[in-house]
């Protein structure tokens, strides 16, 4: 017998394996003695159909005495990484595409991050830290990080380069090798693993490829530039997906770049060694002015282009002066309204292009651009048939329909509609933030985090006038909570007013919101 898998199918009803790797097959021999049981052991291969050749068909007579087919499972297997968090809302879409973007991060985890579960297999580092907020809040990654970030130690060349894939398998033609967005994983996934587990260690365990890694990239610059690489790899144009259409090469790359430098400082600074800090900020401010001076253009306001990828990763990198900052978000928000809301960033900007919004109070906008199905993106996806991720944001049958590196928007559902976010300052999430947004028509989202130091959940819900959370907050931390209320609304806490608890201190109204501090422990709020 022979067996096809695949994740789509011909008009014919055939496999379609020409987007996932073929050919692809498992023969197997019955040994002609009763019911047989049998499964792949040394591969494995992403797929929705089977196309099983040799078998009897069903319901025939079986004149030929081929085997008959009694029953057929498909088993799901990835990495061991623990689930430790949860998300649902009101909104179905939203609901959807948090399985979508989960069946797509679960397809690949494997003892690297891959890049789909078929075709390649492949470690390609820029989902590492562009996705890596999005998985670790589902899943224990700090294992997997950790080893991620080993490969990569292993995979540096002698001149210092990061690769695109680590362990690097296969060593690809440019661009496909050199791409600062790719390589900076050294330096940013290193970064996060010490922010989001307190790990310290792997600091000081990376900081020579750290090192290494910016001291190549400076030898690669033009005058503190950098542009080399894919950029916004799969971003929407005019064209076919693939290397940057909308924002012009250098922005990416170098707006990483100098998040590179900017991380490497605080890295320095930590391990105590202070020259080099002093050194990582003077070359950041070298590359932030030739940045601004080369991109920006004081009269429109906009970088490059202005597409929203350059002007988002401008904004979170810290690129932009702070005169111009509102003026540049403003033109982000106006460029996504003035497509009727649609989005153009692609697996580099998109992730940057959401952080911003959220950031700074617009998630309505993140809403808008997420809550349909008529232009390219997670619903489009959805009304095409998709059931995991997809390579591209139009669910071309001619790519991956397996992949997640453009699965940014698990982020928002836990740190935007449900709220939970560490605070700026934060190690392991023992300083948090519980800000909800409260956009379209969600009239309730709950989501829950079990952070290294306990469960962390909000869950809210309105109407009838009210808003109602209800957050848990583990021991050996506190939190700043956000209730989305107007000024002077009555606040509740436990079915008391919540100026008459001394445990709980209440800061005062701001941007539409007030502020509340507390300690850990369960807490009900009632807002009218």
């Not at 069903?58 to 949860?86: C, F």
């Not at 790899?233 to 100098?258: E, F, H, K, M, R």
């Not at 105590?272 to 990582?280: T, V």
């Not at 559902?413 to 605070?423: E, H, K, M, V």
Request: hydrophobic share 35%; net charge negative.
């Amino acid at each position: 017998m022979r067996i096809i898998p695949a994740e789509l199918v011909n008009e014919d009803g055939s496999a379609n394996q020409k987007a996932s790797g073929s050919p692809h097959y498992y023969d197997y021999v019955l040994k002609g003695d009763g019911i047989e049981t049998w499964h792949p052991l040394f591969t494995y291969y992403g797929f929705r159909y089977l196309q099983v050749q040799g078998a009897a068909p069903q319901g025939e007579t079986n004149v030929s005495k081929r085997p008959v087919i009694v029953d057929i499972k498909g088993l799901h297997m990835r990495n061991s990484a623990e689930t430790v968090g949860s998300f649902a809302c009101s909104n179905e879409l939203f609901n959807k595409t948090f399985k979508l973007i989960d069946w797509a991060m679960k397809s690949n985890m494997a003892s690297v991050f891959t890049d789909c579960p078929h075709r390649e297999k492949l470690g390609w580092l820029e989902e590492a830290h562009l996705v890596g907020s999005s998985l670790h809040y589902n899943y224990d990654i700090v294992g997997l990080a950790r080893k991620c970030i080993n490969d990569m130690r292993i995979s540096q060349t002698e001149d210092g380069l990061i690769p695109e894939i680590s362990p690097e398998y296969v060593k690809f033609d440019e661009p496909f090798r050199d791409s600062p967005e790719w390589g900076s994983n050294a330096v940013i996934l290193t970064w996060y693993v010490y922010q989001w587990y307190g790990d310290k260690e792997v600091l000081a365990q990376n900081y020579d490829m750290i090192k290494r890694y910016l001291a190549y990239l400076d030898k690669k610059s033009k005058n503190h530039l950098l542009y080399q690489g894919l950029g916004d790899w799969y971003d929407l144009g005019p064209n076919p997906p693939g290397v940057s259409q909308l924002t012009p090469q250098g922005i990416t790359a170098t707006s990483l770049y100098y998040y590179d430098l900017d991380i490497a400082g605080k890295i320095a600074t930590l391990l105590g060694k202070n020259d080099d800090a002093a050194s990582y900020k003077k070359l950041a401010d070298e590359v932030k002015q030739a940045y601004n001076k080369t991109f920006f253009n004081t009269d429109t306001k906009q970088y490059g282009t202005g597409s929203q990828a350059a002007n988002a990763m401008s904004v979170y990198a810290g690129l932009v002066e702070p005169q111009y900052k509102a003026a540049v978000v403003n033109n982000i928000v106006k460029d996504i309204r003035g497509r009727g809301n649609a989005l153009t960033a692609g697996d580099i900007g998109y992730r940057y292009l959401l952080r911003v919004l959220d950031d700074e109070g617009l998630s309505d906008v993140i809403y808008d651009m997420n809550s349909r199905a008529d232009v390219p993106g997670y619903g489009y996806q959805l009304a095409h048939g998709a059931t995991a991720l997809t390579e591209s944001w139009a669910a071309l049958p001619s790519v991956s329909n397996n992949h997640f590196m453009l699965g940014h928007l698990m982020e928002w559902f836990y740190s935007g509609l449900a709220g939970i976010r560490p605070a700026d300052d934060a190690i392991a999430f023992n300083k948090i933030e519980i800000r909800p947004e409260t956009v379209g028509n969600v009239t309730w989202a709950k989501a829950n985090y079990k952070s290294p130091y306990g469960n962390i959940s909000s869950s809210w819900a309105k109407g009838q006038g009210q808003f109602k959370l209800e957050v848990n907050i583990p021991a050996n931390t506190t939190a700043s909570i956000f209730l989305p209320v107007k000024n002077n609304a009555a606040i509740m806490v436990d079915g008391q007013n919540i100026k008459t608890r001394h445990d709980i201190k209440f800061i005062g109204y701001h941007n539409g919101k007030a502020e509340i501090e507390a300690g850990s422990g369960n807490y009900t709020f009632i807002a009218k």
